[in-house]
């Protein structure tokens, strides 16, 4: 084929080829998702990607308020609590019962202070995980407005063509 042809062509589908990029560019627009939900640890927000000091915040102010419910209750402490409670009230009658008091205190205390020491670097994984995800949005979105931005460039080039 020559390039006269080949022109020729194209000229005749210039409008048709237009049209199908401006549509193939608007269910892009519209299929974009305009807020994202996160759930880091017991954590849940929803985002828009441009939002990332108050996700932060929300995500501190999370785990703030629920401190006790996030470091102690858990179903090893559960099991050992609820052990505890029955072996105390045998205690009396056999001397496993008061063995079996003492240890599960003393997992009980171990799994407390365990606790204590480990609640401030999971938070500080939750944050940077958080701000992870929001650097990934934002490269997302960076990518995406990106990529669109070529479609005026292709347009441009179709039209001088």
Same mark, same amino acid.
């Given at each position: 084929?020559? #390039?006269?042809? %080949?022109?020729?062509?194209?000229?005749?589908?210039?409008? /048709?080829?237009?049209?199908?990029? +401006?549509?193939?560019?608007?269910?892009?627009?519209?299929?974009? @998702?305009?807020q994202?939900?996160?759930?880091? +640890?017991? /954590?849940?927000?929803?985002?828009?990607?441009?939002?990332?000091?108050?996700?932060?915040?929300?995500?501190?102010?999370?785990?703030?308020?629920n401190?006790?419910?996030?470091?102690?209750?858990?179903? @090893?402490? #559960?099991?050992?609590?609820?052990?505890? #409670?029955?072996?105390?009230?045998?205690?009396?009658?056999?001397?496993?019962?008061? #063995?079996?008091?003492?240890?599960?205190?003393?997992?009980?205390?171990? %799994?407390?202070?365990?606790?204590?020491?480990?609640? @401030?670097? %999971?938070?500080?994984?939750?944050?940077?995980?958080?701000?992870a995800?929001?650097?990934?949005?934002?490269?997302? %979105?960076?990518?995406?407005?990106?990529?669109?931005?070529?479609?005026?460039?292709?347009?441009?080039?179709?039209?001088?063509?």
């Amino acid at each position: 084929m020559t #390039i006269a042809i %080949r022109k020729f062509g194209f000229q005749n589908t210039k409008a /048709w080829f237009k049209k199908a990029v +401006d549509n193939f560019d608007a269910k892009l627009q519209k299929a974009f @998702p305009t807020q994202y939900n996160l759930h880091i +640890d017991t /954590w849940d927000g929803v985002s828009n990607g441009n939002d990332q000091a108050e996700q932060v915040e929300s995500l501190k102010n999370h785990f703030e308020n629920n401190k006790f419910q996030n470091m102690f209750v858990n179903t @090893p402490n #559960i099991l050992a609590a609820i052990l505890f #409670i029955v072996s105390a009230g045998l205690a009396f009658v056999t001397l496993y019962s008061l #063995i079996v008091t003492a240890l599960t205190a003393g997992f009980l205390v171990f %799994r407390v202070l365990q606790a204590i020491k480990a609640y @401030p670097l %999971r938070v500080q994984a939750a944050v940077d995980s958080l701000n992870a995800c929001m650097g990934e949005l934002a490269e997302f %979105r960076r990518y995406f407005d990106e990529k669109r931005a070529k479609k005026d460039e292709l347009l441009s080039t179709v039209e001088f063509l």
